[in-house]
């Protein structure tokens, strides 16, 4: 049962990095990047299923913080340059 | 006073952490804890915004929690919606960036209209003014009239929010 | 009993964050992919999240309402940040977008300041 979960979060972190390496400009770069972290906090909770060690809810959260922060900074980065490729 | 709601909150958190209290945490996990809290009660308390007696009224509570579940229904329609728009072959949208109108001055009651319109039907927001207006990004434009697109998009959530915290 | 409740759940956000990623590859332009992409997401997440809530032990469970918090709360912010910096710095929207006020206001006022 755990294991269809775990591949249908594998499907959806390569379509995220499929947009990733293909993504026209920078920002769809960033928009995937961010939506990547939530997925990873979904891999944690499975993880905890799988395991029953409530050690990776820790780690769910601290990804979730560090995914935002990481998502803040790439806008102001991209607000103040512009850049592109 | 709102620096002794953030120590307490930033306690109640902690300890949330840390629930699990085994020989490992004990009482120094605790004792941290309590320490923790303090300095960031001292050195945050001034970023809190507007604590005043209106939250001790408890009809902004109920009205609150009424909010939460108008909330979770939109989300839901919501989210129904761009799964159909995603899995229609031909993607049925018609996107565009509108401009709506706000009353509310409140900081927190703004973040929260701003963040609830992010999260339901086919809109996010993409800039708030200091004069009250709002930039929206909408998935399905029915009307570009300023008025006519407040009373959709902002309306239900703005009711609400004006008996919370105005 | 708490354990189907939770499976329903779990799998139901498993499904909303496949569609979520769908619409991030299948949507032509920045907006709508983070449109799709932040509200099926967050949704989807929070759903595997409530499951847990419902069927793990409590502290797990204060763990589990503690991200659930953090998530909703944060993502939509960090998806009002990327929409506007995106907007900032001009990229173009798709061919098929009806109006763009956002962007009309902003060069009309650096016109006026110049």
């Not at chain 1, 995937?32 to 499975?46: E, K, M, R, S, T």
């Not at chain 2, 009239?145 to 703005?158: G, L, N, P, S, W």
């Not at chain 3, 069927?55 to 940040?81: D, E, N, Q, R």
């Amino acid at each position: 049962m755990i294991i269809f979960g775990f591949i249908i979060l594998i499907i959806c972190s390569a379509l995220c990095l499929y947009r990733i390496g293909r993504g026209p400009t920078a920002s769809d770069r960033s928009v995937a990047i961010d939506i990547l972290g939530i997925i990873v906090v979904a891999f944690c909770v499975l993880l905890y299923f799988k395991t029953g060690d409530g050690f990776y809810l820790i780690v769910a959260i601290a990804w979730a913080l560090l995914s935002f922060i990481g998502a803040l900074a790439l806008a102001k980065f991209l607000e103040d340059k512009g850049f592109d490729e | 006073m709102r620096r002794l709601i953030l120590g307490c909150m930033a306690f109640i958190m902690w300890l949330m952490l840390t629930w699990p209290f085994n020989s490992s945490v004990g009482y120094q996990g605790i004792f941290i804890g309590i320490i923790a809290s303090c300095f960031v009660a001292i050195f945050f308390g001034d970023y809190i915004p507007g604590i005043s007696e209106k939250f001790l009224e408890p009809q902004r509570w109920l009205w609150a929690i009424y909010y939460i579940f108008v909330f979770l229904w939109y989300c839901f329609l919501g989210n129904l919606d761009v799964a159909y728009r995603v899995l229609h072959p031909d993607m049925p949208i018609k996107p565009g960036i509108v401009k709506v109108r706000t009353k509310l001055n409140n900081l927190i009651g703004l973040t929260i209209l701003a963040n609830s319109i992010t999260l339901t039907p086919g809109t996010t927001t993409i800039e708030a003014t200091d004069d009250g207006y709002l930039y929206v990004h909408w998935i399905n434009v029915k009307t570009q009239d300023e008025q006519e697109a407040t009373e959709i998009i902002v309306k239900k959530f703005e009711e609400i929010l004006e008996r919370i915290f105005e | 009993m708490k354990e189907t409740i939770s499976h329903i759940f779990l799998f139901i956000g498993l499904l909303f964050d496949l569609l979520g990623c769908i619409g991030l590859v299948r949507f032509p332009d920045v907006y709508l992919r983070l449109m799709a992409a932040t509200k099926s997401v967050t949704l989807g997440t929070g759903l595997i999240l409530l499951s847990v809530v419902i069927a793990g032990s409590a502290p797990v469970a204060a763990k589990a309402v503690l991200v659930l918090l953090f998530i909703s709360v944060t993502s939509p912010t960090a998806a009002h940040a990327l929409a506007r910096a995106s907007s900032v710095s001009d990229i173009k929207m798709w061919e098929g977008t009806v109006c763009d006020k956002f962007t009309e206001d902003r060069k009309r006022k650096t016109n006026e300041k110049t």
